[in-house]
T-cell receptor, first 113, second 115 residues
Framework: DAGVIQSPRHEVTEMGQEVTLRCKPI?????LFWYRQTMMRGLELLIY????????DSGMPEDRFSAKMPNASFSTLKIQPSEPRDSAVYFC???????????FGQGTRLTVV | DAKTTQPTSMDCAEGRAANLPCNHS???????VYWYRQIHSQGPQYIIH???NNETNEMASLIITEDRKSSTLILPHATLRDTAVYYC????????????????FGTGTRLQVTL
């Protein structure tokens, strides 16, 4: 398996633009996590899904952020409109189920100018 | 999920054992102790996890105290490539229920392995 695949690896966008980050979890994993990492705040859990259903989105910063998981093999994290303070590395992770480990993608480095 | 406390940073000489402590005094009966590490700019990497027994794999050993209020991750022969931030996480779970619980990262321990 190729592991958790995130795209794009790098994204530079202008303030106000819509940004969509993509994640393909490991096949057979039924839980998916989205994280944001900055120097100031560390690794923050934004939202996670079990069996394509959002379970906890309490970490989503505000209404500008939304996440979807239309099927077991794909998830998106959308920011609309983007702001400079959204600049961070965004990680996606997947897990087979409780009692197992999570596997992380290589992240998307987002820069909003 | 229970909160964990780790030292901010540690140093270790290459070839020596690195012992990374973690306190989780509020851990409850169905919570596991997980360790991950993050090497600069990469996604976090799973190392090991346990419930109450000591665990060992090809990367590390995990020693959990009998009262489960603290644990130690041991890298038996640290190398320069082990320089990373190490996260101790307590996470609810029962094996193979098919759904995950929250995986929340703290600030971790920055381990510097030196020559």
């Amino acid at each position: 398996d190729a592991g958790v695949i995130q795209s794009p690896r790098h994204e530079v966008t202008e303030m106000g633009q819509e940004v969509t980050l993509r994640c393909k979890p490991i096949s057979g994993h039924n839980s998916l996590f989205w994280y944001r990492q900055t120097m100031m705040r560390g690794l923050e859990l934004l939202i996670y899904f079990n069996n394509n259903v959002p379970i906890d989105d309490s970490g989503m910063p505000e209404d500008r952020f939304s996440a979807k998981m239309p099927n077991a093999s794909f998830s998106t994290l959308k920011i609309q409109p983007s702001e400079p303070r959204d600049s961070a590395v965004y990680f996606c992770a997947s897990e087979r189920g409780q009692g197992t480990e999570a596997f992380f993608g290589q992240g998307t480095r987002l820069t909003v100018v | 999920d229970a909160k964990t406390t780790q030292p901010t940073s540690m140093d270790c000489a290459e070839g020596r054992a690195a012992n990374l402590p973690c306190n989780h005094s509020t851990i409850s009966g169905n919570e596991y102790v997980y360790w991950y590490r993050q090497i600069h700019s990469q996604g976090p990497q799973y190392i090991i996890h346990g419930l109450k027994n000591n665990e060992t794999n090809e990367m590390a050993s995990l020693i959990i105290t009998e009262d489960r209020k603290s644990s130690t991750l041991i890298l038996p022969h640290a190398t320069l490539r082990d320089t990373a931030v190490y996260y101790c996480i307590v996470k609810r779970g029962r094996r193979n229920t098919g759904t995950a619980s929250k995986l929340t990262f703290g600030t971790g321990t920055r381990l510097q392995v030196t020559l």
